[in-house]
């Protein structure tokens, strides 16, 4: 079984001078889930070798039990920091795709050829497609067969407008994600504030804040049995 991680590789939030990048236990959670259940992990990003990490993710506040495990885990960093350009990974070779947020994203997977192309492929061939936190922003320019919008109809969650309201960056990103897949026709639900929320339709898998994360990667090996 072949999974494809895919982060980003922008590390500016905006035009604040402030570092972003990925969400440490977005990448973490899952990767531990897929590797401890020997699933076969491959890392991309858009430019290819080191993605950029958000230095709030690697707060001592921010810390988990993956996160924590990552730090002690030579081989995973060096597969991150090697890892492949979006460009030269193919749909046919993996058996599902999960995307780790991190407001990263919003700037350079939202329009993303390679990452849109990628995700209709996945989706046309029924493998399962998850998206945490940030992340369901690879979604919003992705069609379906007979090229209406993917999300459209479909029920997806995504970071809330109130938890950005919290990190206070409501105007600083693009655009508000929650707003967005609305936009788009996508039936949106969440739950709580910084609690664990996944939805699951069909074969797309979305996950609301870092929280969600270890959720939703169990719910793509559901998928997969």
């Known amino acids: 079984m072949k999974i494809l991680m895919i982060l980003t590789s922008h590390d500016q939030l905006g035009d604040t001078g402030i570092k972003t990048g990925f969400w440490l236990e977005e990448f973490a959670a899952p990767y531990y889930v897929f590797s401890d259940a020997n699933v076969d992990i491959t890392i991309a990003t858009p430019e290819g070798g080191q993605p950029p990490l958000d230095p709030k ?10 996160t924590r495990r990552f730090k ?16 030269e990974v193919s749909a046919n070779d993996y058996d599902a795709v999960f995307y780790p947020g991190g407001h990263g994203p919003l700037w350079d997977l939202t329009n993303n050829a390679y990452s849109v192309a990628f995700i209709e ?10 998206a945490v936190c940030h992340a369901p922003t690879v979604l919003l320019h992705a069609k ?3 090229n209406t919008p993917l999300i459209q109809g479909k029920s997806v969650t995504c970071f809330s407008n109130t938890e950005e309201e919290a990190v206070q960056l409501t105007q600083v990103v693009p655009f508000l994600l929650e707003d967005s897949v ?7 639900s969440r739950g709580d504030d910084w609690q664990p929320y996944v939805i699951t339709d069909g074969h797309l898998i979305t996950g609301q804040n870092p929280a969600s994360s270890e959720l939703a990667a169990k719910a793509v090996l559901d998928l997969l049995k």
């Open 57 to 66: 993710s690697d707060d001592p506040t921010a810390q988990t039990e993956a």
């Open 72 to 87: 002690s885990d030579q081989d995973t960093q060096f597969q991150l920091a090697n890892s492949l350009k979006l460009a």
């Open 121 to 130: 492929a996945m989706y046309a061939a029924g493998k399962p497609i998850a």
């Open 144 to 146: 379906s067969a007979d």
């Open 182 to 188: 609305q936009a788009k026709g996508a039936i949106y």
